[in-house]
């Protein structure tokens, strides 16, 4: 049975991010949007967009989607801006399970096999 | 349009460097989403983003999107509660997020900011000098003062109390949306008297220009007391507010409000009792500390005439902290249970109470979702009440969303109309152009169109805004 791969973790992922008001304040204090001179598909608030519209279809794996999700340092500071100014959302958590559910695909010799 | 991608990029590419170009399409995505409440669509997403860092680099930017016919989306940080922030053509999205950079100069009475920069950042800077930002938006975090400027919104301040942040605009570096750099305005805390262009730019929602700097006068940081009011009843806060201005009471810089409802749900947010009806709290200035103590124990007095279960000045700060966050926790909070839909109704101040009654009639008689809940909070010394309509469950179709979006819009736009108001926070295009219509009339409209053209004859900066797009 294929544990990673199932499509109640989808689900779970689409009804947690839906929950995001979209209100950006998780995107300044990460460290990645910082490194990247502020990118938003570089951060926290970019990388549950990105799941999400793979998640429903809209986006298809490619290079920068990839690099976005496994650039996460899963430092938590998101969760921490969340719980104090947005929904309470564990952040860095979605994005762990998001890349890991989202891998399925790429291990099963999609696209981009050479991740 | 046809558009070769890999083309694009290149020619992005050499006007603002490769690492600030973007044309993949999951950060299309992340800068195609608002908070508007539905999904993005193919026509929201961009063919690229650029991350210019100088104005120089905006000019070249748009000269070639007049000459390629492509449209530029300025985006600040996406936090418009009105969909200003959405693209609404597909073309290039130009996020401002580089231009960060502040100039303070003291011996001038003044400071310089690049538009990219956070509202909160520029607070901390201006701490330094003891200065006031007059900009109060609940997102202060992450807003960036471009936008606010554009938008030139006060947010929560009380604009008969300070003004407006336009007021203290002393000038503007700004590209024209076929690429030519202007300044405006002047070095001197002295205003230019007659026609000063800086005006048309404040408040112009991008439609008219990129600001890259922005000159606006220091202002010194008042010294201020802190007052709440409990009361059983919001209509007791309604019309403590119609006798303020009646009066010619020198209004508080902030008078919030959280209705029987709200009060609730933002006082268990901070952890405190629960209120027995409605909420005021209210900050009061002055440039002196006895001045600020002096109109807080006066304001105490006035507060009294209509029926307050109580009132105090709260000198306390870590109590006041959890009372003034309240009010923000309330909206939060009420979108953890589920999903709101809001407005902003500024009607003529002796109105309010009628305002008010109508909108909770409005909420309660929802034709696209029925049996929603009325909420409502709001900076009501400006005044501004935020009408809510809340429903218990995240579980709604886009198409739900969309409708209740469009119906809360249009009943509170009438409710404006009705008593002599136009909103005052959040922008006027975007989602708002039939009620500029309503409201105004079709030659008004017509005459910011012709406006919009002369700057902009292409209609390249923030197409479809001023188009009446939802």
């Known amino acids: 049975m294929d544990v990673n791969h199932n499509s109640e973790v989808g689900d779970f992922l689409l009804k947690e991010i839906v929950k995001c008001r979209a209100c950006r304040f998780c995107v300044d204090v990460c460290p990645t949007y910082q490194v990247t001179e502020w990118s938003e598909s570089m951060s926290p608030y970019g990388r549950l967009q990105i799941i999400k519209y793979m998640l429903n279809g809209i986006l298809d794996e490619d290079d920068p989607l990839i690099y976005s999700l496994y650039s996460c340092l899963q430092c938590g500071r998101c969760d921490r801006v969340c719980k104090a100014k947005g929904q309470d959302l564990n952040i860095s958590d979605l994005i762990r399970q998001g890349k890991n559910y989202l891998s399925h695909g790429l291990l099963k010799g999609r696209r981009n096999e050479k991740v | 349009m046809d558009i070769n991608i890999s083309k694009l990029r290149k020619d992005l590419a050499r006007i603002v460097g490769e690492d600030y170009v973007s044309t993949d399409r999951p950060t299309s995505v992340v800068y195609a989403k608002d908070t508007m409440p539905w999904d993005v669509e193919e026509k929201n997403m961009p063919y690229a983003v650029v991350r210019p860092s100088n104005s120089s680099e905006i000019s070249r930017l748009l000269k070639y999107a007049n000459e390629k016919l492509i449209p530029v989306h300025i985006h600040g940080s996406g936090t418009s509660l009105v969909g200003l922030a959405r693209p609404k053509t597909k073309g290039i999205v130009m996020d401002t997020a580089r231009m960060k950079g502040i100039k303070v100069y003291p011996e001038r009475g003044y400071f310089e900011v690049g538009p990219g920069m956070h509202v909160a950042q520029v607070k901390k800077e201006l701490a330094k000098y003891n200065a006031l930002l007059p900009v109060f938006p609940g997102s202060e975090l992450v807003a960036t003062i471009g936008g606010a400027i554009a938008v030139n919104t006060s947010a929560h301040g009380v604009d008969a109390a300070l003004?407006?942040?336009?007021?203290?605009?002393?000038?503007?570096?700004?590209?024209?949306?076929?690429?030519?750099?202007?300044?405006?305005?002047?070095?001197?805390?002295?205003?230019?008297?007659?026609?000063?262009?800086?005006?048309?730019?404040?408040?112009?929602?991008?439609?008219?220009?990129?600001?890259?700097?922005?000159?606006?006068?220091?202002?010194?940081?008042?010294?201020?007391?802190?007052?709440?009011?409990?009361?059983?009843?919001?209509?007791?806060?309604?019309?403590?507010?119609?006798?303020?201005?009646?009066?010619?009471?020198?209004?508080?810089?902030?008078?919030?409000?959280?209705?029987?409802?709200?009060?609730?749900?933002?006082?268990?947010?901070?952890?405190?009792?629960?209120?027995?009806?409605?909420?005021?709290?209210?900050?009061?200035?002055?440039?002196?500390?006895?001045?600020?103590?002096?109109?807080?124990?006066?304001?105490?007095?006035?507060?009294?005439?209509?029926?307050?279960?109580?009132?105090?000045?709260?000198?306390?700060?870590?109590?006041?902290?959890?009372?003034?966050?309240?009010?923000?926790?309330?909206?939060?909070?009420?979108?953890?249970?589920?999903?709101?839909?809001?407005?902003?109704?500024?009607?003529?101040?002796?109105?309010?109470?009628?305002?008010?009654?109508?909108?909770?009639?409005?909420?309660?008689?929802?034709?696209?979702?029925?049996?929603?809940?009325?909420?409502?909070?709001?900076?009501?010394?400006?005044?501004?009440?935020?009408?809510?309509?809340?429903?218990?469950?995240?579980?709604?179709?886009?198409?739900?969303?969309?409708?209740?979006?469009?119906?809360?819009?249009?009943?509170?736009?009438?409710?404006?109309?009705?008593?002599?108001?136009?909103?005052?926070?959040?922008?006027?295009?975007?989602?708002?152009?039939?009620?500029?219509?309503?409201?105004?009339g079709e030659s008004l409209y017509e005459l910011l169109v012709t406006m919009k053209k002369a700057f902009d004859p292409n209609d390249i900066l923030n197409r479809g805004n001023l188009q009446g797009w939802m």
């Not at chain 2, 902030?254 to 027995?276: C, N, W």
């Open chain 2, 163 to 440: 003004g407006k942040p336009g007021d203290f605009i002393l000038g503007f570096e700004v590209v024209l949306p076929t690429g030519e750099i202007l300044q405006t305005g002047t070095e001197s805390t002295r205003r230019p008297a007659g026609i000063d262009p800086t005006k048309y730019f404040i408040g112009s929602e991008g439609l008219l220009g990129v600001l890259t700097k922005i000159r606006m006068r220091l202002i010194p940081m008042p010294y201020f007391e802190q007052v709440v009011a409990y009361y059983k009843r919001t209509e007791d806060i309604l019309s403590t507010v119609i006798d303020m201005y009646k009066n010619g009471i020198y209004p508080p810089l902030f008078f919030e409000f959280l209705d029987e409802r709200a009060a609730k749900i933002g006082f268990e947010a901070v952890g405190l009792q629960e209120p027995q009806g409605a909420v005021s709290m209210m900050r009061l200035h002055s440039w002196s500390k006895e001045g600020s103590r002096q109109r807080a124990k006066e304001f105490l007095e006035f507060l009294k005439d209509n029926n307050p279960i109580e009132t105090k000045i709260v000198g306390n700060e870590e109590e006041w902290g959890k009372i003034w966050q309240s009010r923000a926790e309330a909206g939060n909070y009420m979108y953890r249970l589920g999903m709101t839909f809001g407005s902003e109704i500024s009607p003529r101040v002796d109105k309010l109470i009628e305002a008010f009654h109508d909108a909770q009639s409005i909420v309660k008689n929802l034709d696209s979702y029925k049996n929603a809940e009325f909420i409502s909070f709001g900076h009501i010394g400006a005044p501004t009440i935020h009408a809510y309509a809340f429903i218990p469950t995240k579980d709604v179709a886009n198409e739900v969303k969309k409708a209740i979006t469009l119906e809360m819009r249009e009943k509170t736009e009438d409710l404006n109309i009705k008593y002599g108001g136009c909103g005052g926070e959040w922008g006027l295009t975007a989602q708002r152009v039939s009620f500029l219509k309503k409201k105004y």
